[in-house]
C-alpha cells in the first residue's frame, strides 16, 4: 500500500471523506514533488477517487513531472485557488473534509462557501504516517547524518581563539553543502562563553576566546530528510568545572542511548538521562526535553519529555540531547540523531565527542 492508499484508508477509518494539506512536506511525503512555497500547493485526496494537486503555473510543469499518485491541476495565473477546492470537493461529493492547517481567511471563506460540508482540522492522521521510517526514507537519514557529520567534523576544527561564532557556522555550513546537503536543516548554531548556555543561541559576530566552551549544534538535508547533531568543544584545556559538566552530560546521553528500544516509554528514557542529571546536583540545569522526532522536519513526533505518553516504535528517528545550562558560565549539550530497532537503538551520527 503506497501512502496516499495509506492516507486514505487512515481518513475513512476516520468517517471522513478527504483530506486537504497545504504543508509542502507532506505533499512531498505524499508525491514525491516538493516545492518551496506552501501558499502555491493545496493536495485534495478523496476516500473514493485520484489525489489531485493543485498548483500555481509557476509550479506545474515541475508537479507534472515530478508528482506521483495524483492528478495536477493548473490553477492560472489568474485562477482563485479558493473556487479550485471548491470544485473539487463538491466534485468528489465530499461532505466532510479534515485539513492540517489553513490560514484563517482560507477556512472562513471555505465554511461561508460550502456550508454542506464539515472541515474539522487534524494534524495527527498524516503526521502519525510520516512519524515510522520506511527503508527509503532510513536510507535518506542515515546520508542526511553522514552530512552533519562532515560539518561537525569541520566545526570542530574550525573552533580557535580569536575566531568569529559566524566564521565556525560558514565552515560547518560550506562543508556539508560541498558534500551534497540541500541546505541547513535549521539554523545553524555556534554559542560560545556565556552564550553557551543559551539552547537555541544560532551564532553571532562574537569572537571566541582562549579556555571557552562552545556548543555546536547543526543539521544537513538529503532528499528532504533533516539530521541533528551537537557537539561542545573546550578551547585550549578545559577546567575542572567545564569537565565535570561535561563528563556528566556525556554519562547522560549515553545511558540514555542504551535505554533506547522500540516499546519503551519515551518518558522513561528522559527519565534515565535526566535522573543522572539531578544525582550530581545539576537539575535545575536541563531545561529542555531530552529529544524529538526527526524526518522532513527537524521537530516531529515523538517526544522524549517527562510528560510524554507515547511509546517508541520501530522505524522512529529521535534525537538524544541531554545538556546542561549554566547562566554566566556556559552550557554543555550533546546530541546525535538516532535510529529505533526492536531491541536496540542506532547512533547515525558518529562525530567524535571532545574533552
Do not use: W
Not at 548556555?197 to 544560532?202: I, L
Amino acid at each position: 500500500m503506497n501512502r496516499l492508499e495509506k492516507l486514505k484508508d487512515a481518513i475513512k477509518k476516520a468517517n471522513i471523506n478527504g483530506y486537504l494539506t497545504t504543508n509542502v512536506k507532506s505533499i512531498y511525503y505524499l508525491t514525491g514533488f516538493m516545492d518551496i512555497s506552501e501558499a502555491t500547493l493545496f493536495l485534495i485526496t478523496p476516500v473514493n477517487g485520484d489525489a489531485i494537486l493543485l498548483v500555481q503555473p509557476l509550479s506545474y510543469d515541475a508537479a507534472n513531472e515530478k508528482a506521483e499518485g495524483c492528478t495536477v491541476k493548473n490553477i492560472g495565473f489568474r485562477g482563485k485557488i479558493l473556487n479550485k477546492i471548491v470544485n473539487e470537493i463538491r466534485r468528489s461529493q465530499m461532505k466532510s473534509v479534515v485539513f492540517d492547517s489553513l490560514s484563517t481567511s482560507m477556512y472562513l471563506k471555505l465554511v461561508q462557501e460550502m456550508k454542506e460540508v464539515e472541515f474539522k482540522q487534524d494534524q495527527d492522521i498524516l503526521m502519525s504516517l510520516r512519524r515510522q521510517k520506511d527503508e527509503r526514507e532510513i536510507a535518506f537519514l542515515i546520508e542526511a547524518a553522514k552530512l552533519a557529520d562532515f560539518g561537525a567534523e569541520a566545526g570542530m576544527e574550525a573552533i580557535k581563539p580569536r575566531i568569529h561564532e559566524y566564521e565556525v557556522a560558514a565552515e560547518i555550513e560550506y562543508a556539508m553543502r560541498r558534500r551534497g546537503s540541500e541546505g541547513v536543516a535549521f539554523e545553524t548554531v555556534v554559542a560560545s562563553g556565556p552564550r553557551s548556555a543559551y539552547p537555541h543561541g544560532v551564532c553571532s559576530d562574537r569572537i571566541i576566546n582562549e579556555g571557552e566552551l562552545v556548543v555546536l549544534d547543526l543539521g544537513a538535508t538529503y532528499l528532504g530528510y533533516r539530521s541533528d547533531i551537537t557537539r561542545t568543544a573546550v578551547v585550549g584545556k578545559p577546567t575542572i568545572r567545564q569537565k565535570k559538566i561535561f563528563d556528566v552530560v556525556l554519562k547522560a546521553q549515553e545511558e540514555a542511548f542504551k535505554s533506547i528500544h522500540a516499546k519503551v516509554r519515551a518518558s522513561d528514557v528522559d527519565g534515565v538521562a535526566r535522573k543522572i542529571i539531578t544525582n550530581e546536583g545539576f537539575s535545575d540545569f536541563f531545561i529542555h526535553s531530552l529529544g524529538h522526532g526527526v524526518g522532513l522536519d527537524i521537530h516531529e513526533a515523538p517526544t522524549l519529555s517527562p510528560k510524554s505518553k507515547e511509546i517508541l516504535l520501530e522505524g522512529d528517528v529521535v534525537t538524544d540531547e541531554p545538556g546542561i545550562y549554566i547562566p554566566g558560565f556556559g552550557g554543555v549539550r550533546i546530541e546525535d540523531t538516532v535510529l529505533i530497532h526492536k531491541n536496540h537503538g542506532e547512533k547515525l551520527t558518529k562525530t567524535p565527542y571532545s574533552f
